[in-house]
């Protein structure tokens, strides 16, 4: 492999392991919110311990978030020195904006969360968790905008490199409008799985039934919302690819010739490079439904789109790997739904105020825990290899954004290096989810402040 492979690889673990952080923060932060909220509205205990409980998960997560990120910003300036030159002035403003305002604001306030129990006015200590889950939306919108402008590239003009003419342009994106509500509803599926997942293993065992009940039910329901909002705004996100990115919609389904109309493949066996099915199970249309929104339209092949791009842009095969873009597409959206109906089972068996679990309930929803990952996973690996051959879509290709003074064996060291490193934060990471998702929420009469006493709770 030489540096350039390099490169990608280490760019792609290290994206993949740390977006695995961060959909649980945008999501958990979001639910100890609600169930913050529903003690200082009810005072009801269970509603306390319940908010403790999960904002310790919640912060675990959260530190880990900040260490995986800051390797991203390190990769950037090492090996990927001339993409960094290219797009600097554009990414300056968001990532700016990001951690200046996004960061901070979620810092602080979550900070003032953390110590202020016995220090804050009840709705003034509730407002500062809603601050942090508020923060957490506006920074995911300002990293978009940057990928965004990777995946459909406005506001700008070439000079040597891209200069930012246009900040509301970035900022404003037709991709990122669509790519935005579509990762939230993602990270809310993720946080919402936590919650199912962990409170399922302890009503297993009957443990405080009181606290776990509300918090399944919770996180079930806020996993319906995430899918059923992720399908809505990924078919609005699928009309938009078409538009901007045709050959990574043609990729998805690995449609060489164009067709009028085109179906879905739900499951397909052929060639390595998906070039001659074998066998293929088909929904008639549908690929039309989800690329132009009518059931006879008419959607590219690859083979057409790769003949105009070597008009538009010169000799060259623009065509990602179209088995890797084919089987991401359809695992990342069958982890989504599995992890839907996880929770539809959930909230069926537990309706009526009573729990009506049986063994193997239970262990599907404590195992669904690896679903939202998979399908963020396959997610991000979809959206950024099926947008090959280009690093910034028609300005340049990947194999020009590397870093030129940058050897193989550099690359591989510093790739060794963080991989062995994000294992042992991995393991960190799993030790101290599992030791605090195991403990039963903290007792409310010992852990709440006392008569002139010093905070007994803190994080």
Known sequence: MDALDLARLQFGITTVYHFLFVPVTIGMSLMVAILNTAWVRTGKKAYLRATKFWGTLFLINFAMGVVTGIV?????????????????????APLALEALLAFFLESTFLGLWI????????????ACIWVVAIGTIVSAYFILAANSFMQWPVGFKVDGR???????????NKVLLATFPHTVFGCWLAGGVILMAVSAWHLARHRDVDVFRPSLRLGAVVVLIGALGGLVSGDLLGKIMTQTQ?????????????????????????TLDGTQPIFSLEIPGLLSQLA?????GKVQGVNDIQAEYQKRFGPGDYRPYI???????????????????????????????RIRGKDWVWRAAVWSVVLPFLAHSFGWIFTEMARQPWIVFSQMRTLHGVSPSVGAGTVLTSLIAFTALYGVLAAVEAGLMIKYARVAPPDVDESEPRDGGEMSFAY
């Open 115 to 126: 110590f202020g129990w016995d220090r804050l006015p009840k709705r003034v200590h509730l």
């Open 72 to 92: 991203q910003e390190f990769q950037f300036g090492m090996n990927w020195s001339s993409y960094s030159r290219f797009v600097g002035d554009i990414f300056g």
């Open 162 to 172: 891209a200069e930012l003419t246009d900040f509301g342009a970035v900022l404003t």
């Open 246 to 270: 045709p050959m990574k919609m043609a990729a998805a389904e690995a449609l060489y010739e164009t067709q009028q109309p085109a179906p879905f493949s739900l499951f397909t066996i052929g």
């Open 323 to 353: 088995p890797v873009a084919y089987w991401s597409f359809r695992l990342m959206i069958g982890f989504g739904l599995l992890a839907a109906a996880v929770a539809v089972a959930v909230l069926w068996l537990t309706r009526g105020r």
């Open 292 to 296: 132009t929104g009518s059931f006879d």
